[in-house]
């Protein structure tokens, strides 16, 4: 696998290969019935892969929940996953950060997701496929990837870290209402908003290094002073420790996937995002 992020020719190349496990993780209006990307199976994260227990969108689910979710889709520990969404770029990465949070490295997302998929003019598929054998996937949870509410809190007024929100600027700048009733409109005080539609072309792909680079030295330049990674050596300094922020902890993905592109490392995922920040509360709001 070349690295966090795979294009349609590498996947055409490698589809069916043995252990290659490829998942639609489409939310949402975006989903579909069916995985239409020959042999795929649904990264099902409005349903199993998401808590049943939490009164929020979209959180982690437990290690044992998450592991039995994903022997059933077939997964073996030494496989590879392949992971896209309907929409392009959009819930896909939500996926890929799961699985690297409990422990599972060997895993992509797809540049541009089944439009991309389509566009080549690749084969797709009409109905589900069969039972997977089971796989004998097991969750190892790595701290620190996952952060709550107290430790958002902290780096906000941390000068060595940067809270970025993922979503568009209207909301974050509480223009106009939460698509969630019951959340308050605007953002964290400090938080840098950087929509994770702006790390994209034109076609829906994800920018080149250089790009991501330059988009993430923009929006931490109104709030760190800190270099991004290809300067952080040549200066002796050190980058931010990034935590990303967004309506329920999927588009924030899409930064923390397109921060791990650009180079930075030290990265976390606010899993309740706005829709836990956003509740009436004592978190404060701008």
Do not use: K
């Amino acid at each position: 696998m070349p690295g966090p992020l795979v294009d349609v020719a590498w996947l055409a190349a490698h589809l069916g290969a043995p252990g290659l496990l490829v998942c639609d993780a489409s939310v949402g209006a975006h989903r579909h019935d069916f995985a239409a990307i020959p042999g795929a199976r649904l990264f099902d994260l409005d349903g199993p892969l998401s808590a049943p227990d939490s009164p929020l969108p979209h959180t982690m689910p437990t290690p044992e929940q998450f592991q039995r979710e994903l022997r059933g889709l077939g997964l073996g520990g030494t496989g590879t996953v392949v992971l896209y969404d309907n929409a392009g770029l959009y819930s896909a990465a939500r996926g890929w950060w799961m699985l690297r949070a409990m422990g599972f490295e060997r895993v992509a997302v797809l540049d541009g997701g089944l439009p991309a998929w389509t566009a080549a003019g690749l084969p797709e598929q009409s109905s589900p496929p069969g039972p997977a054998e089971p796989g004998d996937f097991t969750a190892r949870p790595r701290p620190g990837m996952l952060v709550d509410s107290s430790v958002v809190l902290a780096a906000l007024t941390d000068p060595e870290a940067a809270v970025l929100d993922a979503r568009a600027a209207e909301r974050f700048e509480g223009l106009v209402p939460e698509p969630r009733p019951g959340l308050r409109a605007g953002h964290m005080p400090g938080a840098v908003n950087l929509p994770f539609t702006t790390l994209q072309d034109a076609s829906g792909l994800l920018l080149r290094p250089e790009a991501l680079q330059a988009r993430f030295a923009e929006a931490l330049r109104t709030r760190s002073t800190a270099p991004p990674p290809g300067a952080a050596d040549a200066a002796g300094g050190t980058a931010p420790r990034l935590l990303f922020s967004c309506g329920s902890g999927v588009t924030a993905c899409v930064l923390a996937l397109g921060a791990t592109v650009a180079g930075y490392r030290d990265l976390a995922v606010y899993d309740g995002s706005w829709s836990e920040w956003g509740l009436p509360s004592a978190l404060p709001v701008a």
